[in-house]
């Protein structure tokens, strides 16, 4: 099992490349189902999620080429309608092939996902979504088993008005690829506003797909009889600008992001500045100087535009060592502070009750041996080792390279003394 040795102490200091949105990416690889069409897409990470939706599709049929960040997508030829369950529990976002391949071909068999480290996270709103739709839907042995029954229009799914209880990123994403081949419109409630819906739904209408609404909380589509080829390029990831932001906030230094948004940011930023850090945003770059020693920040997780939950866990890691006590509320998952654990053991001192924990800085983490659990607390934990005194040793990072492109090359970039060990 691979490891990440980090000796802490060292300021961050130089630029880095962001790269294309991991959540942006997965949804829109799977948008290739709904067109017998080439989908081009551009500035594709090199993560282990990406590999494993490819595997995936190509398991379904789709023929791939990749070269560098770009990858063709040709669905032309799909002779499996069935994402196993070895495929599902590695990556839940595999559930995103549900919706595509109901709308194009009638019918799916899907895995369900089972619990995962963060909280048990259901499927029921994408199922509910697409029975809404007119598809009969089966449990059966852990599948989902979702068929558009002969007479419902020529096995398309219906257009229909869909409300989520929950806000939900990947539920608003499966239905609204489902309704852009569906027969009248759909119109969905309560819709998830993060950016990497909008950049779904750009993908979308590159298709020929009738979109209005992403990136608002009611998204209204008509569905089109056939989609087309297109190409698209991803958006830069925002969790990767915040974590690389965060690290330099809590190490000191002066870094600039390129290739980043700044304006899906927002939340992030205000509290880095919050913390102390000074902010200048030009054009595509991000640079962040910071000083001193940060000052403890409260956060609240909550869907967007608000706060981020891939971004607690780092944020968390920063408040270790600030001035003051903080607290973090995460409202989003139930289980999402197995990092505190881990944080406890270089010396942090975190009081969790329920779903707050109470931070209380202290003037030096020191570095040990510990166990990254989910992708965002590994990426908590190397911050953590960046500012330990000593040697941090994060093991399992496998968690790490699902959604972070060549982060120790990225770190090492700045001046971090960070290295592999196999
Ligand atoms: C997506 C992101 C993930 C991020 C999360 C929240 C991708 C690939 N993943 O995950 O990085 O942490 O959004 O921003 O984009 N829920 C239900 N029933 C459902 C669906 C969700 O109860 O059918 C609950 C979940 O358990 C959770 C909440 O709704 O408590 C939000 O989950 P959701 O937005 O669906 O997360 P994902 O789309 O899986």
Same mark, same amino acid.
């Given at each position: 099992?691979?490891?990440?040795?980090?000796?802490?102490?060292?300021?961050?200091?130089?630029?880095?490349?962001?790269?294309?949105?991991?959540?942006?990416?997965?949804? #829109?690889?799977?948008?290739?189902?709904?067109?017998?069409?080439?989908?081009?897409?551009?500035?594709?990470?090199?993560?282990?999620?990406?590999?494993?939706?490819?595997?995936?599709?190509?398991?379904?049929?789709?023929?791939?080429?990749?070269?560098?960040?770009?990858?063709?997508?040709?669905?032309?030829?799909?002779?499996?309608?069935?994402?196993?369950?070895?495929?599902?529990?590695?990556?839940?976002?595999?559930?995103?092939?549900?919706?595509?391949?109901?709308?194009?071909?009638?019918?799916?068999?899907?895995?369900?996902?089972?619990?995962? /480290?963060?909280?048990?996270?259901?499927?029921?709103?994408?199922?509910?979504?697409?029975? *809404?739709?007119?598809?009969?839907?089966?449990?059966?042995?852990?599948?989902?088993?979702?068929?558009?029954?002969?007479?419902?229009?020529?096995?398309?799914?219906?257009?229909?008005?869909?409300?989520?209880?929950?806000?939900?990123?990947?539920?608003?994403?499966?239905?609204?690829?489902?309704?852009?081949?569906?027969?009248?419109?759909?119109?969905?409630?309560?819709? /998830?506003?993060?950016?990497?819906?909008?950049?779904?739904?750009?993908?979308?209408?590159?298709?020929? *797909?009738?979109?209005?609404?992403?990136?608002?909380?009611?998204?209204?589509?008509?569905?089109?009889?056939?989609?087309?080829?297109?190409?698209?390029?991803?958006?830069?990831?925002?969790?990767?600008?915040?974590?690389?932001?965060? *690290?330099?906030?809590?190490?000191?230094?002066?870094?600039?992001?390129?290739? /980043?948004?700044?304006?899906?940011?927002?939340?992030?930023?205000?509290?880095?500045?919050?913390?102390?850090?000074?902010?200048?945003?030009?054009?595509?770059?991000?640079?962040?100087?910071?000083?001193?020693?940060?000052?403890?920040?409260?956060?609240?997780?909550?869907?967007?535009?608000?706060?981020?939950?891939?971004?607690?866990? =780092?944020?968390?890691?920063?408040?270790?060592?600030?001035?003051?006590?903080?607290?973090?509320?995460?409202?989003?998952?139930?289980?999402?502070?197995?990092?505190? =654990?881990?944080?406890?053991?270089?010396?942090?001192?975190?009081?969790?009750?329920?779903?707050?924990?109470?931070?209380?800085?202290?003037?030096?983490?020191?570095?040990?041996?510990?166990?990254?659990?989910?992708?965002?607390?590994?990426?908590?934990?190397?911050?953590?080792?960046?500012?330990?005194?000593?040697?941090? #040793?994060?093991?399992?990072?496998?968690?790490?390279?699902?959604?972070?492109?060549?982060?120790? /090359?990225?770190?090492?970039?700045?001046?971090? =003394? #960070?290295?592999?060990?196999?």
């Amino acid at each position: 099992m691979q490891k990440l040795a980090i000796q802490g102490g060292n300021r961050l200091n130089g630029e880095v490349r962001i790269s294309g949105a991991k959540n942006a990416a997965l949804p #829109i690889m799977c948008a290739g189902l709904l067109t017998a069409g080439d989908l081009h897409l551009d500035n594709m990470p090199d993560l282990h999620d990406v590999a494993t939706m490819r595997k995936l599709l190509m398991q379904l049929g789709v023929a791939i080429e990749i070269n560098g960040g770009q990858m063709v997508l040709s669905a032309a030829n799909i002779d499996n309608l069935e994402a196993p369950y070895e495929m599902v529990k590695t990556m839940r976002a595999a559930i995103l092939v549900l919706g595509p391949l109901v709308a194009r071909f009638g019918e799916a068999r899907v895995s369900l996902p089972g619990g995962c /480290a963060i909280g048990s996270r259901p499927v029921d709103l994408h199922i509910k979504g697409l029975q *809404a739709m007119g598809a009969e839907i089966h449990i059966e042995h852990g599948y989902i088993h979702a068929q558009v029954p002969h007479g419902v229009g020529a096995k398309r799914l219906k257009g229909a008005r869909i409300f989520f209880d929950l806000v939900s990123v990947t539920g608003t994403e499966n239905l609204m690829m489902a309704a852009a081949l569906a027969d009248g419109v759909t119109v969905l409630e309560n819709a /998830a506003r993060e950016p990497e819906v909008v950049d779904l739904a750009h993908c979308l209408i590159a298709m020929g *797909a009738k979109i209005e609404g992403a990136g608002s909380d009611t998204i209204s589509i008509i569905g089109v009889e056939k989609l087309h080829g297109a190409s698209h390029r991803i958006m830069p990831d925002r969790i990767e600008s915040g974590t690389f932001l965060v *690290a330099a906030t809590a190490a000191g230094g002066d870094i600039t992001l390129t290739d /980043a948004r700044a304006d899906i940011l927002e939340n992030v930023l205000e509290k880095l500045q919050e913390a102390g850090a000074s902010i200048q945003v030009a054009g595509s770059t991000i640079n962040l100087k910071m000083n001193k020693r940060p000052m403890a920040v409260n956060v609240r997780t909550s869907p967007y535009p608000a706060f981020p939950t891939d971004m607690q866990a =780092q944020f968390m890691a920063m408040n270790t060592i600030a001035e003051g006590s903080a607290m973090v509320v995460e409202t989003i998952f139930e289980n999402r502070f197995m990092h505190v =654990q881990e944080l406890r053991r270089l010396g942090a001192q975190i009081d969790v009750e329920g779903n707050t924990a109470v931070i209380k800085g202290c003037a030096q983490l020191e570095g040990a041996t510990i166990m990254a659990t989910d992708l965002r607390a590994s990426a908590c934990l190397v911050i953590a080792g960046l500012v330990a005194q000593g040697e941090t #040793i994060v093991d399992r990072i496998y968690h790490l390279d699902r959604g972070y492109e060549h982060i120790e /090359a990225k770190l090492s970039g700045l001046g971090a =003394q #960070i290295r592999r060990l196999k």
